[in-house]
C-alpha cells in the first residue's frame, strides 16, 4: 500500500503532494509547509536475541470490556490480539490470509461450507475455571457460534453455525455464499476462548480474559492498566518477553514523555504535534505508515435536525474540506479525504469526489432557510479525547457557527461514547474506522441497515438499494466485479450525505531503539509474536 495524494472534492480546486515518509513528515500552517526530520535513533544491538525483560505499551484511551465478542475499539483489540488466537490470520502486510489456529481449510463448491482442521498442539492459558486444558474443534465452534450470535459488531454475521465434526475438524456453514468469511476470521472479535471462563466468569470475563495467545493476562486494571505474562505453553514457541505491559495515558503530550523518558517504550496513535516532538527526538524513533482509516463526522439520520437532507448537504456545504484537512493534519499525519472509503481501497472511485457537495456558506445557509433553520438550532458532537478529533470538532464548530448552527462539543471517555453513539443517541459524532482494504469491512459495518445499533452504524443510516448492492457484493467471487458493485455503492452513500469525512490518517507510533523484531501494520494493530515475528527488548 502506498500513500495517495491528496485531492480536493466536490468542485473545489486540486492540490497535490507527496513526501518521502521515511524521512520528513511536513508542517503546514498558513499556507506553508515546514519539513520535520525525522532523526533516527540507534543504539547498539546484540547479533543474539535477548531473551526476557518488559515491554510497555501506551494506550490513548482506556479499553473498556476485553470480551472479544464485547469489544468496541483498537484499544480492546490490541490486548486480545495478545492474550487470544484466532482461527486464520493476516500476515503482516495484510495480503495474505495465513493457518493459525486452523492448519488448512477446504470450502465446498458452492461457497457455503468451510471445513477447518484444527491444531491438536493448543492450550488455553490456567484459568479460574479450567487449569489449561487442551484447545479442541469444540472451543472453534464455539467461540464461532458465541460470536455470530452475540458480537457487538456484528463481525461474524454472515455465520449460520459452526460445528465440530471431531476432536480437530469444524465445519462452519454460511447463511449465503460469503467472500469475506476467513477475512472476518482473523478479527480479534472472533477469537477463540474456552466456554468454562466464559460461562463462569458471565459478564466479568472480559475482566478476566483467558485465550491460547503468547501472553496471559495477569491483571487489568480499568482506566489504568493491563499486565499480560508470556504463556510459557504457546504453540509457536517460546514469547522473547516475559512482560507486556499496556499502560493508558490519555493526555498526548504525557504519552510523548513517558516515551522519552523510558516509562513506555511504544507511543501509540500520535497525532498533532506529537508527531514532531518524536521526530525531532535524538533517543526515540517515529514509524509512519499509510492507514487503512477514515476520519469523519456522522450525522444522525434518524432523529433531530440532521434527519432532513437539505440540512446535512448545508452542513458540509458550510465546510471547506481542504481547510479542515489541513488544520486537523498539521504535521503530515494524514491527508485530505472526502469519501467514506479509504483511498487504499481497491473499492475506491475517484469519480465520486465531485459528488461531495462543494463549499459554499451562502447555498448552506440557503438550504438551511429552506429546511426551516433559518434562525440556526443547536447540536450535540461526542467525540473521544484523541487530539485529531478535538482538532476537527473544533474547527467544525467554527464552520458551522457561520451559518447559525451552534455545536456543543462534548469529550467522553470510551465507553461513553460507545454506548451513547451507538445507540443513535448522538446529534454528531467522531471517529474513526480502520480495517481491512476490502470495502465489506466499511460498508457493510457502516451503512448497512442490519448494523443500526453497532458503533459503526450509529448514525442509522438505511437504504435499500444500498442494502442490496451489499448484498449482491458479497456473494460476487469475482473482485473486479465486487469493485465494480461497492462503487455503485460508495456514489449512493455520498449522494446521501451522512458525514463529513474529511481524512485519510497514517498510522503514527513512537517506538524505542530497543525494541526489535517489531513490525508496523497498515490497520494499527500490534502483533508481538506470530509466525513472522517475535519482539524482544535489548537489556
Known amino acids: 500500500m502506498v500513500a495517495t495524494a491528496l485531492v480536493g472534492c466536490g468542485s473545489k480546486s486540486d492540490d497535490s503532494a507527496s513526501e518521502d515518509q521515511s524521512s520528513a513528515?511536513?508542517?503546514?500552517?498558513?499556507?506553508?509547509?515546514?519539513?520535520?526530520?525525522?532523526?533516527?535513533?540507534?543504539?547498539?544491538?546484540?547479533?543474539?536475541?535477548?531473551?526476557?525483560?518488559?515491554?510497555?505499551?501506551?494506550?490513548?484511551?482506556?479499553?473498556?470490556?476485553?470480551?472479544?465478542?464485547k469489544y468496541t475499539g483498537t484499544y480492546e483489540s490490541q490486548i486480545i490480539y495478545q492474550v487470544c488466537d484466532t482461527v486464520?490470520?493476516?500476515?503482516?502486510?495484510?495480503?495474505?490470509?495465513?493457518?493459525?489456529?486452523?492448519?488448512?481449510?477446504?470450502?465446498?463448491?458452492?461457497?457455503?461450507?468451510?471445513?477447518?482442521?484444527?491444531?491438536?498442539?493448543?492450550?488455553?492459558?490456567?484459568?479460574?475455571?479450567?487449569?489449561?486444558r487442551l484447545m479442541t474443534a469444540e472451543d472453534v465452534a464455539y467461540s464461532m457460534n458465541r460470536s455470530a450470535q452475540e458480537s457487538a459488531m456484528n463481525r461474524l454475521d454472515m455465520l449460520d453455525h459452526a460445528e465440530a465434526i471431531d476432536a480437530t475438524h469444524v465445519k462452519a456453514t454460511l447463511k449465503a455464499p460469503s467472500a469475506v468469511f476467513l477475512t472476518a476470521l482473523t478479527n480479534?472479535?472472533?477469537?477463540?476462548?474456552?466456554?468454562?471462563?466464559?460461562?463462569?466468569w458471565g459478564d466479568e470475563f472480559g475482566n478476566h480474559l483467558v485465550g491460547t495467545g503468547p501472553y496471559a493476562m495477569e491483571k487489568f486494571e480499568l482506566d489504568q492498566?493491563?499486565?499480560?505474562?508470556?504463556?510459557?505453553?504457546?504453540f509457536l514457541g517460546e514469547p522473547n518477553l516475559d512482560t507486556v505491559v499496556f499502560k493508558v495515558i490519555t493526555d498526548p503530550n504525557q504519552e510523548v514523555n513517558a516515551l522519552r523518558t523510558g516509562d513506555i517504550d511504544?507511543?501509540?496513535?500520535?497525532?498533532?504535534?506529537?508527531?514532531?516532538?518524536?521526530?525531532?527526538?535524538?533517543?526515540?524513533?517515529?514509524?509512519?505508515?499509510?492507514?487503512?482509516?477514515?476520519?469523519?463526522?456522522?450525522?444522525?439520520?434518524?432523529?433531530?435536525?440532521?434527519?432532513?437532507?437539505?440540512?446535512r448537504e448545508a452542513l458540509i456545504k458550510a465546510?471547506?474540506?481542504?481547510?479542515?484537512?489541513?488544520?486537523?493534519?498539521?504535521?503530515?499525519?494524514?491527508?485530505?479525504?472526502?469519501l467514506p472509503l479509504p483511498k487504499v481501497s481497491w473499492g475506491y472511485d475517484e469519480a465520486v469526489e465531485a459528488d461531495v457537495p462543494s463549499y459554499d456558506?451562502?447555498?448552506?445557509?440557503?438550504?438551511?432557510e429552506e429546511a426551516g433553520y433559518g434562525d440556526g438550532f443547536t447540536l450535540e458532537m461526542y467525540i473521544t479525547n484523541e487530539t485529531f478529533r478535538q482538532k476537527a470538532a473544533t474547527i467544525l464548530q467554527s464552520y458551522w457557527q457561520q451559518i447559525g448552527v451552534t455545536l456543543n462539543i462534548n469529550t467522553v471517555e470510551w465507553g461513553t461514547f460507545s454506548e451513547t453513539c451507538s445507540t443513535g443517541k448522538a446529534d454528531v459524532f467522531a471517529m474513526a474506522w480502520s480495517w481491512y482494504p476490502d470495502p465489506y469491512f466499511f460498508f457493510d459495518k457502516m451503512f448497512a441497515t442490519s448494523a443500526i445499533g453497532t458503533l459503526g452504524n450509529g448514525?442509522?443510516?438505511?437504504?435499500?438499494e444500498v442494502d442490496q448492492l451489499l448484498a449482491d457484493a458479497l456473494v460476487e467471487t469475482d473482485q473486479e466485479k465486487r469493485a465494480e458493485i461497492y462503487k455503485k455503492a460508495l456514489k449512493l452513500i455520498t449522494d446521501d450525505d451522512p458525514g463529513i469525512f474529511y481524512g485519510n490518517p497514517m498510522e503514527c507510533l513512537g517506538i524505542n531503539p530497543k525494541v526489535q523484531d517489531f513490525h508496523q501494520r497498515s490497520d494499527g494493530t500490534i502483533h508481538l509474536f506470530t509466525e513472522e515475528e517475535n519482539v524482544w527488548v535489548v537489556q
Open 25 to 69: 513528515s511536513t508542517e503546514e500552517s498558513a499556507g506553508e509547509t515546514t519539513k520535520i526530520v525525522n532523526k533516527e535513533a540507534t543504539i547498539e544491538v546484540p547479533d543474539e536475541v535477548t531473551k526476557g525483560g518488559e515491554l510497555k505499551i501506551a494506550l490513548t484511551s482506556s479499553p473498556k470490556n476485553l470480551d472479544p465478542v
Open 88 to 132: 486464520v490470520t493476516y500476515d503482516k502486510e495484510l495480503e495474505e490470509i495465513l493457518p493459525s489456529l486452523a492448519t488448512d481449510w477446504t470450502i465446498s463448491d458452492d461457497g457455503m461450507e468451510y471445513t477447518f482442521t484444527i491444531r491438536d498442539d493448543v492450550y488455553f492459558q490456567p484459568g479460574e475455571y479450567q487449569d489449561g
Open 188 to 200: 480479534s472479535g472472533n477469537a477463540i476462548v474456552p466456554k468454562e471462563e466464559v460461562e463462569g
Open 225 to 234: 492498566q493491563t499486565v499480560l505474562k508470556k504463556n510459557d505453553k504457546y
Open 266 to 311: 511504544i507511543a501509540t496513535q500520535l497525532t498533532g504535534e506529537t508527531v514532531k516532538l518524536v521526530a525531532e527526538d535524538e533517543t526515540v524513533n517515529l514509524l509512519q505508515k499509510p492507514g487503512i482509516q477514515i476520519s469523519y463526522a456522522y450525522f444522525n439520520m434518524k432523529e433531530g435536525p440532521t434527519a432532513d437532507p437539505k440540512v
Open 319 to 338: 465546510v471547506d474540506y481542504s481547510e479542515l484537512a489541513s488544520g486537523v493534519f498539521q504535521y503530515g499525519e494524514g491527508e485530505e479525504a472526502c
Open 361 to 368: 456558506p451562502e447555498g448552506a445557509k440557503a438550504l438551511l
Open 459 to 464: 448514525q442509522c443510516y438505511s437504504n435499500e
